[in-house]
């Protein structure tokens, strides 16, 4: 990434200040996934809670069988979910652990752009100094001028010609003073920004790591509750109504022999 110089050198404090913003993104990606662990165990007690309620129903008549079915496939996806839960808690002290390191990431990192932010206070304060010196210079400039075409007293345009020398100096002084910092402030800066664009690279990096756990981990328990299903489905087929009625024939009958 290429950097350009701005007017008034912000630059450093942009980079810096988005070094941090980091750090927040990465509370806020745990609170996410924090919230996502909270709906599924929410919904995990709720399909506990549902497979409960499936052995409260009626065991009476052909359909008894059935909530068996229902009790089993119910539980076994609210373990799914308990399972997510717990791999997303793992995960999210995994991230926390990142924002630790990022904290003291950034406090080696603040000592070691010290002398960039040096620098940049100083090209601030020599760029205002210039601005101020450049303003009076013309000023001055213009005044000496002035007096010569009203034909003032050769003591006025005197007077007026040191205070415009004076101005031509100072500007002057400033113009170098300000071709030295600059060159100063240009190289730190360009290292500054190639450590700060290295630092947003890794943590961008490090940022999708944890986002694809995170997928994975949902896929992964997507997929057991795929099998969960289709393990229903085929518990369902295998549940004839000719299996349904030879139950309750067996469960209730009195005998095998006619009366």
Known sequence: MKWLPGERNNGFDVLYHNMKHGHLS??????????????EEAYSRSMTKLAKSASNYTQLGTFAPVWDVFKTS????????????????????????????????YKKTKEEVSGTLEAVQNIQSITQALQKSK????????????????????REIDKATVKSKKATDTYKLYVEKYAAVKSD?????????????????????????????F??????????????HEEFINN?????????IQKFAESKGTGKERP
Do not use: W
């Open 236 to 244: 369902m087929a295998n549940t004839t109504v000719e299996s349904l």
């Open 26 to 39: 990465t509370k806020e990606l745990a609170d996410f996934i924090r919230e996502r662990a909270t709906i």
């Open 74 to 105: 119910t539980e076994k996806l609210a373990s799914c979910h308990l399972d997510l839960v717990r791999r997303l808690q793992e995960l999210i002290k995994e991230v926390h652990k990142y924002g630790d390191e990022q904290i003291k990431a």
């Open 135 to 154: 303003e009076n210079y013309n000023a001055k400039c213009l005044e000496q001028e002035r007096l010569k075409k009203e034909g003032a007293t050769p």
């Open 185 to 213: 402030f240009e190289q730190k800066m360009t290292e500054t920004a190639q450590k700060f664009q290295d630092i947003e690279e890794t943590h961008l990096l490090h940022m999708k790591e944890i986002i694809e756990s």
């Open 215 to 228: 997928s994975n981990t949902i896929k992964d328990i997507h997929l057991q509750i795929g099998e969960v």
